[in-house]
């Protein structure tokens, strides 16, 4: 078995990095509304289950919200997640998920 070099070790270990860096990507959610809503509602249970508190609703509005524009996925698992450590009653509404 042959041996590498220490610089083409370094190399190859720098390219890896590297590549490793780029596969982590933010994808948008899904442009269907109800595929939108479906994420919501997944991040909403995640979220709810990790801060210990009962799982809420989505209101129409904010239905109508998630299905009206594009959200990177980093930005409406922070805003659930808010909204959840913020809601005092059984649903989340569109308020709830601008305000920040």
Same mark, same amino acid.
């Given at each position: 078995m042959k041996r590498r070099s220490p610089a083409l070790a370094t190399r190859a270990r720098r390219l890896a990095l590297r590549t490793t860096t780029h596969l982590v990507q933010v994808h948008?959610?899904? $442009?269907?509304? $109800?595929?939108?809503?479906?994420? =919501?509602?997944h991040l909403m249970c995640t979220s709810a =289950?990790?801060?210990r508190k009962a799982?809420?609703?989505?209101s129409e509005d904010a239905a109508?919200?998630? =299905? =009206? $524009?594009?959200?990177?996925?980093r930005e409406l698992a922070a805003r659930l997640w808010r909204a959840v450590e913020n809601n005092r009653g059984?649903?989340?509404?569109?308020?709830?998920?601008?305000?920040?």
């Amino acid at each position: 078995m042959k041996r590498r070099s220490p610089a083409l070790a370094t190399r190859a270990r720098r390219l890896a990095l590297r590549t490793t860096t780029h596969l982590v990507q933010v994808h948008p959610v899904p $442009r269907a509304p $109800r595929e939108a809503v479906n994420v =919501a509602v997944h991040l909403m249970c995640t979220s709810a =289950a990790a801060q210990r508190k009962a799982i809420p609703g989505l209101s129409e509005d904010a239905a109508l919200l998630l =299905a =009206a $524009r594009p959200w990177e996925l980093r930005e409406l698992a922070a805003r659930l997640w808010r909204a959840v450590e913020n809601n005092r009653g059984s649903l989340i509404t569109a308020a709830d998920l601008l305000d920040i």
